[in-house]
């Protein structure tokens, strides 16, 4: 199958075209015609191919070039994909101290109940039209008002709200690419930009991240060696080592960007979590070659799906267009309303402050938890809800999540976030899904 595939995503068997026969391929296989028959009955069901009686298999259609270059050369347990499709679909009975989100006991349900009864009362236009082009223009000025508080001066016009912050990095990805460009991320990264990156046919070249940020020396050479398009990057609590930027470090990415005309993208989506704000690349930087993006996902709820874009006035106006083309429009404007609404309320900064202290406890008692296991954090976070964690003895973390995940525990390995692989040892563990069972899973896994 695996074979089949690869043929029809390199173009070597395109739509209409005939398989080689059971035999035949069978032979250049070294399987047996039932394996071969096996195989091909399974792709036709999938609908990848297709069965025309006394003539053999022809190809239904190709698979998308770049995603079916995603699809991983390595353990499925270690592939972005894997951990992604495992959090989203987890049934009843599963836990998942490998996702990346709060729990809804964690989130402000009270708020949120309020504001979708005001939108019961919002005009007709909300409930049934689309939304301008750049979406709400009362968030966007909210959004304006938050960032003025970190010295970021921007306009609403400079704000683009998108349906997700996925979607905010999708955007530009289009916008700032062409196939082939190299884009350079951080080692161990957010998983999910490898896999959107890879979908755009981008060349990855990733930096190791250190507890102030990149590698200074080797984010240099990178750009001296490489010549990267973009840096993607987390701002304020880094996914998933939860490691914040420096100072120092933060003056020495913006100096080597200029130098080497260099455009960044900081997502900013934990930044919320942060006891006090770090340095931020984007109100350094003015916005000239930074551009920031985020969304609600994490402090208000994933399923009011809205994000946004904040960057230089030209690149906004060639985005909204690119939006309107792909997506005709922003965000619903009934999520929208709802995030307005929910940020809003006079319990948000409470629940936001509670959220801090409630997390900072269960991050001690995690690790405590975690300890007589021989599991230990490669630093402590000073926020947010994750610990990059390093197993004991050398074990090997995606080995650890196969065998959990056989008792309904979902766990994210290591080198999943790792574009050279070199997280075998490590583990993020989500401290709000840590449930006591949890505990037990990884004891045995561990052996």
Known sequence: MTAIRRRIAGRVLNAGEKLPSIRQFARDMQVSPSTVVEAYDRLAAEGLIRSRPGSGFYVAGALPVALAEVEPKLDRAVDPFWVSRQSLDAGPGMLRPGCGWLPPAFMPQAAIRRAVRALAKAGDAVLTDYGPTRGSLALRQLLVRGFASEGIEAGADQILLTASGTRATDLLCRFLLAPGDTVLVDDPCYFNFQALLRAHGARIISVPYTPTGPDVAAF??????????????????????????????????????????????????????????????????????????????????????????????????????????????????????????????????????????????????????????????????????TLWCRLPGGRDAAEVAKAALKEKVVLAPGNAFSVTQSAKEFMRFNVAQMEPQVLKVLERALG
């Open 220 to 385: 240099e050479q990178a750009l001296i060696a490489h010549r990267p398009r973009l840096y993607v990057t987390n701002a304020a609590l880094h996914n998933p080592t939860g490691a914040t930027l420096s100072p120092r470090t933060a003056h020495s990415l913006l100096t080597l960007a200029a130098a080497h005309d260099l455009t960044i993208i900081e997502d900013e989506i934990f930044a919320d979590f942060e006891p006090e704000p770090s340095p931020r690349l984007a109100a350094l930087d003015g916005l000239n070659r930074v551009i920031r993006i985020g969304s609600f996902s994490k402090t208000l709820s994933a399923s009011i799906r809205c994000g946004y874009i904040v960057a230089r006035p030209d690149w906004i106006e060639a985005l909204v267009d690119l939006q309107v083309a792909t997506s005709f429009g922003g965000p619903s404007p009934v999520a929208a309303e709802l995030v307005l609404g929910t940020l809003n309320d006079g319990s948000y900064r409470k629940h936001i402050a509670a959220l801090r202290g409630r997390l900072a406890k269960r991050r001690r008692e995690v690790m405590g938890q975690l300890a007589p296991l021989g599991i230990r954090p490669w630093i402590e976070p000073r926020g947010g809800f």
